[in-house]
C-alpha cells in the first residue's frame, strides 16, 4: 500500500522560506512522477509543481515560478519542496501525490495523496 507522508510545514513570516519534504513508502518510488499541490480554505486544491521519475524535468506554476523548487532523492523515497520568498497568499495546506502520468498538472491524475501539511505566511 502506498503511503505519503508530508513534513516541514509551519508558521513563517513574509519573505521567509521553507523547505517541505514527502517520504514515500509502498511501490518503487523511482519510477513514478511526483507533484506538490496546496488547497486554501475555501478553494479549490491547485497545482504547484510537478518532477519526473528521474528529477530531469520539472514543472511548476506561474505563481511559484522562480520561488519553489522542486526536487527529489530517490535514494531516500524523498520529494522536497523549497519555498523561498513567501508570501501570505501561499497559505494553504500543501500535498504532495504520485502519478504514473509523466509530471502532470491535473489533479486527477495523481493516484495517491498524503495528508498535507499546513503552511501558514504571516504579513
Known amino acids: 500500500q502506498v503511503q505519503l507522508v508530508e513534513s516541514g510545514g509551519g508558521l513563517v513570516q513574509a519573505g521567509g522560506s521553507l523547505r517541505l519534504s514527502c517520504a514515500a513508502s509502498?511501490?518503487?518510488?523511482?519510477?513514478?512522477?511526483m507533484g506538490w499541490f496546496r488547497q486554501a480554505p475555501g478553494k479549490e486544491r491547485e497545482f504547484v509543481a510537478a518532477?519526473?521519475?528521474?528529477?530531469?524535468?520539472?514543472y511548476s506554476a506561474d505563481s511559484v515560478k522562480g520561488r519553489f523548487t522542486i526536487s527529489r532523492e530517490n535514494a531516500e523515497n524523498t520529494v522536497y519542496l523549497q519555498m523561498n520568498s513567501l508570501k501570505p497568499e501561499d497559505t494553504a495546506v500543501y500535498y504532495c501525490?504520485?502519478?504514473?502520468?509523466?509530471?502532470?498538472?491535473?489533479?486527477?491524475?495523481?493516484?495517491?495523496w498524503g495528508q498535507g501539511t499546513q503552511v501558514t505566511v504571516s504579513s
Open positions: 501525490a504520485e502519478t504514473e502520468s509523466y509530471c502532470t498538472v491535473e489533479r486527477g491524475k495523481y493516484d495517491y
Open positions: 509502498g511501490r518503487t518510488f523511482s519510477r513514478y512522477a
Open positions: 518532477i519526473n521519475w528521474i528529477g530531469g524535468s520539472t
